[in-house]
């Protein structure tokens, strides 16, 4: 028998080499990704699906806005009704319809607040609806501020003394009809996400995230040479008695979901 030993497996190997980590480690942490992404968009998805049955329940039924506005506006007939195909296409969830005559001088207007979803409710511009029927742009849009020493409509948080604020975009269009034009002075804003404003700039990224949205909207025939957007006007008399009213709903439902 030979005095020398077969050479053991060890001493004929290759130089060991520094294994990398497992295959199925990196498998792993990959599946452990993909399922956090999933579960983080699933979680958006159900944010968004929440925000959108906000936008179809509003803050209060808009047709237990006041009758009476503002001590001499009085609503006159019947809730007027939009047809259901112009609810769908504005988006409308909720909505008043009326009009107003002012027991005083016999002016009267026409009010229309609705409530949806922003992207439906926001494209509907007086821009877009009054050539739609027909009407042709006259003046306009000139900025206006609506304000209101209504203290009970107040922010419970702000100061009682400071007087409320609400922008407003007004317009005229006008229509010939029997060889006349029909002139029409047209107010309007936003309310989103607890700010007022003809244009929404400010809120407007948040649309999907925060869908709810009211629109109001004031129209009333005028006579050629008339001032429109003034401050003494009739629209802004009615809005200076009918915002605060909408602005009060809204804080008191916001307080009550705080409290829930």
């Given at each position: 028998?030979?005095?020398?030993?077969s050479?053991?497996?060890?001493?004929?190997?290759?130089?060991?080499?520094?294994?990398?980590?497992?295959?199925?480690?990196?498998?792993?942490?990959?599946?452990?990704?993909?399922?956090?992404?999933?579960?983080?968009?699933?979680?958006?998805?159900?944010?968004f699906?929440?925000?959108?049955?906000?936008?179809?329940?509003?803050?209060?039924?808009?047709?237990?806005?006041?009758?009476?506005?503002?001590?001499?506006?009085?609503?006159?007939?019947?809730?007027?009704?939009?047809?259901?195909?112009t609810q769908?296409?504005?988006?409308?969830?909720?909505?008043?319809?009326?009009?107003?005559?002012?027991?005083?001088?016999?002016?009267?207007?026409?009010?229309?607040?609705?409530?949806?979803?922003?992207?439906?409710?926001?494209?509907?511009?007086?821009?877009?609806?009054?050539p739609?029927?027909?009407?042709?742009?006259?003046?306009?849009?000139?900025r206006?501020?609506?304000?209101?020493?209504?203290?009970?409509?107040?922010?419970?948080?702000?100061?009682?003394?400071?007087?409320?604020?609400?922008?407003?975009?007004?317009?005229?269009?006008?229509?010939?009809t029997?060889?006349?034009?029909?002139?029409?002075?047209?107010?309007?804003?936003?309310?989103?996400?607890?700010?007022?404003?003809?244009?929404?700039?400010?809120?407007?990224?948040?649309?999907?995230?925060?869908?709810?949205?009211?629109k109001?909207q004031?129209?009333?025939?005028?006579?050629?040479?008339?001032?429109?957007?003034?401050?003494?006007?009739?629209?802004?008399?009615?809005?200076?008695?009918?915002?605060?009213?909408?602005?009060?709903?809204?804080?008191?439902?916001?307080?009550?979901?705080?409290?829930?």
């Amino acid at each position: 028998m030979s005095d020398h030993l077969s050479p053991s497996p060890a001493s004929t190997s290759a130089p060991g080499r520094r294994l990398g980590p497992s295959p199925w480690l990196w498998m792993i942490l990959g599946c452990a990704l993909v399922a956090a992404s999933g579960a983080v968009r699933v979680n958006q998805e159900l944010q968004f699906a929440d925000a959108s049955r906000a936008a179809e329940t509003p803050p209060f039924p808009m047709r237990d806005l006041p009758r009476t506005v503002g001590g001499h506006w009085e609503m006159v007939g019947e809730e007027l009704e939009l047809p259901p195909e112009t609810q769908q296409i504005a988006g409308c969830s909720d909505y008043m319809y009326r009009a107003y005559e002012d027991d005083r001088t016999g002016v009267a207007v026409r009010v229309l607040v609705a409530f949806g979803p922003a992207s439906l409710v926001y494209p509907h511009t007086p821009q877009v609806c009054f050539p739609a029927n027909g009407y042709q742009h006259r003046g306009g849009p000139w900025r206006r501020v609506i304000i209101s020493d209504d203290a009970s409509a107040a922010d419970p948080g702000s100061s009682s003394a400071d007087p409320l604020r609400f922008p407003f975009h007004v317009l005229t269009f006008g229509k010939a009809t029997g060889g006349l034009e029909n002139l029409q002075e047209v107010y309007y804003s936003f309310w989103h996400d607890g700010t007022w404003s003809p244009t929404a700039e400010a809120t407007e990224r948040l649309f999907r995230h925060r869908p709810a949205m009211i629109k109001i909207q004031v129209e009333r025939p005028i006579i050629p040479g008339e001032k429109a957007g003034d401050a003494d006007g009739p629209i802004e008399d009615f809005l200076r008695g009918l915002v605060p009213e909408i602005q009060r709903r809204l804080d008191a439902a916001a307080t009550s979901r705080a409290e829930a």
